[in-house]
């Protein structure tokens, strides 16, 4: 029985691939329609909890700059990857000077800091290259990519307990895992895989592609010797830059009329 439960598991992990936009293998054990939805469960609670301590911005200012960026690039989105069609765009405007961080849930649900805008004084076109970089871990799986290595990580643990007879042992690291899932951080190559997204994306919104390198380091010097919570939840190779820059040329292809798209309906979340 418990050979039956081992190969069992290692042939689930064995088999549950997929594949990301840019011809990436990735480990699925979670369907991206499951992320969503557990997605979904997680956000709600999340801006409950901040409508309830005041933490949502309705500044009009800052709520008409955000919806029309992010409605550009929620447009280009919806063109080029059709299953985005139905989500439920949404992004929380978290007041929260000192933070600079934005994210994107599975589903197109978002949240941005007024850190950002605070601490890096960001153009358009650079706050542009942030929401499409965190549209692209939605658009790419990401979200039920980590969910998937957490399950992996509790299989293992589940099939160490098993082998041990020690079950109580399995099922309470199964669970610990599932816990901190949707917290886990993107590895190196979903980021690098967001970058060249994100690019595109904004660039095909009409925004200049320029603004992804100037936005980095922008970033890096955020903070003196402390960086901010953005770069230590998307940690980025010393290249990263120069990798940056390398795909500027191409991207300049995608939109020689420089036209802007137009503005997706984007919920903001107030």
């Keep these: 029985m418990k050979q039956l ?62 919806a029309t960026i992010t409605g550009r690039l929620v447009t280009i989105a919806k063109q080029n990857y059709p299953q985005s069609a139905s989500w439920e765009w949404s992004v929380a405007i978290i007041d929260d000077p000192e933070t ?9 649900r978002m949240a941005v800091y007024t850190g950002l805008f605070n601490k890096l004084k960001l153009t358009d076109d650079e706050f542009a290259q942030i929401m499409g970089h965190e549209i692209s871990h939605a658009l790419a799986n990401h979200t039920a990519e980590r969910m998937s290595r957490a399950m992996a ?30 917290e886990l951080p993107n590895s190196r190559t979903a980021e690098s895989e967001a970058d060249a997204i994100g ?19 922008k970033m890096a010097t955020a903070g003196g010797s ?38 997706a309906a984007v919920e903001i979340v107030r």
């Design 5 to 66: 439960l081992l190969l069992t598991l290692t042939l689930t992990l064995a088999t549950a691939c997929a594949t990301s936009p840019t011809g990436r293998s990735q480990l699925m054990l979670i369907s991206p329609e499951s992320a969503i939805v557990e997605s979904k469960k997680a956000y709600l609670s999340t801006v409950g909890e901040l409508d309830k301590e005041n933490k949502l911005v309705d500044n009009p200012k800052m709520v008409d700059r955000v």
């Design 226 to 263: 402390a960086p901010p919570e953005f770069l230590s939840t998307h940690p980025a190779p010393g290249n990263r830059e120069a990798a940056l820059a390398a795909m500027i040329p191409e991207m300049r292809q995608l939109n020689t009329s420089g036209r802007m798209a137009p503005v």
């Design 199 to 217: 690019m595109r994306l904004a660039t095909l919104a009409g925004y200049e592609p320029d603004a992804a390198v100037t936005l980095w380091q």
């Design 100 to 108: 600079v961080n934005a994210w994107c849930m599975a589903g197109g």
């Design 153 to 182: 990580t509790s299989i293992g643990v589940v099939a160490v307990g098993v082998a041990a007879d020690n079950h109580g042992a399995a099922l309470l690291g199964a669970a610990a895992a599932a816990k901190f899932a949707l």
